[in-house]
């Protein structure tokens, strides 16, 4: 990392930065290709930023100015309004990680996480995670994720960097998911 990069907690002025990294790696912006190198595939809209910010949920990195990375963590309550989400919790009974009964109270969605291209293989997500972990872990003490199975960059930074574990799959609207778990009170760094 250079040392120009500031990791924040994202506030209303950032929102047309976040957008602008949004729409370089949505899945549905990315020919076959580029989505070879990893993608996000949600999009969010400003009432959405909004509202993620307002509860201190949204973790980006800038290089001076430029948002360069995010980190997207929130309640189930916030996560709700899309249905995978919803699907998701409803194999929670099911899921077994280390000594936690995984619940919508304990445990929080991590992400998407996104980081420019320019600025990967260069060990931000590692510093930046521990910043949304140190912010996060007093409200939740489980972090749970999916990951398309398809998107393999992101599979191996969570499981290889991050050390992540794959707890569980599934599948949804055709596509096949990993589910992950990290314990928060586990620093990364």
């Given at each position: 990392?250079?040392?120009?990069?500031?990791?924040?907690?994202?506030?209303?002025?950032?929102?047309?930065?976040?957008?602008?990294?949004?729409?370089?790696?949505?899945?549905?912006?990315?020919?076959?290709?580029?989505?070879?190198?990893?993608f996000?595939?949600?999009?969010?809209?400003?009432?959405?930023?909004?509202?993620?910010?307002?509860?201190?949920?949204?973790?980006?990195?800038?290089?001076?100015?430029?948002?360069?990375?995010?980190?997207?963590?929130?309640?189930?309550?916030?996560?709700?309004?899309?249905?995978?989400f919803?699907?998701?919790?409803?194999?929670?009974?099911?899921?077994?990680?280390?000594?936690?009964?995984?619940?919508?109270?304990?445990?929080?969605?991590?992400?998407?996480?996104?980081?420019?291209?320019?600025?990967?293989?260069?060990?931000?997500?590692?510093?930046?995670?521990?910043?949304?972990?140190?912010?996060?872990?007093?409200?939740?003490?489980?972090?749970?994720?999916?990951?398309?199975?398809?998107?393999?960059?992101s599979?191996?930074?969570?499981?290889?960097?991050?050390?992540w574990?794959?707890?569980a799959?599934?599948?949804?609207?055709?596509?096949?998911?990993?589910?992950?778990?990290?314990?928060?009170?586990?620093?990364?760094?």
């Amino acid at each position: 990392m250079t040392e120009n990069i500031q990791l924040e907690i994202a506030k209303l002025h950032d929102i047309d930065g976040i957008l602008a990294l949004q729409e370089l790696y949505l899945v549905s912006n990315l020919s076959e290709e580029e989505k070879a190198s990893g993608f996000v595939t949600t999009p969010f809209s400003i009432p959405q930023l909004t509202e993620v910010i307002g509860q201190q949920g949204l973790f980006i990195a800038k290089d001076n100015t430029r948002i360069i990375a995010y980190i997207f963590a929130g309640g189930w309550d916030f996560f709700n309004q899309w249905s995978i989400f919803n699907y998701m919790t409803t194999l929670f009974p099911n899921l077994k990680f280390l000594d936690f009964d995984i619940t919508t109270t304990n445990s929080f969605q991590y992400g998407p996480i996104c980081i420019h291209k320019e600025y990967r293989g260069k060990g931000l997500i590692t510093p930046l995670f521990e910043f949304m972990r140190i912010n996060i872990v007093q409200r939740y003490p489980l972090a749970l994720t999916f990951i398309n199975k398809t998107n393999i960059p992101s599979t191996k930074a969570h499981t290889e960097k991050l050390k992540w574990t794959i707890i569980a799959d599934f599948q949804f609207n055709n596509n096949n998911y990993f589910i992950l778990a990290y314990d928060m009170n586990k620093p990364v760094i």
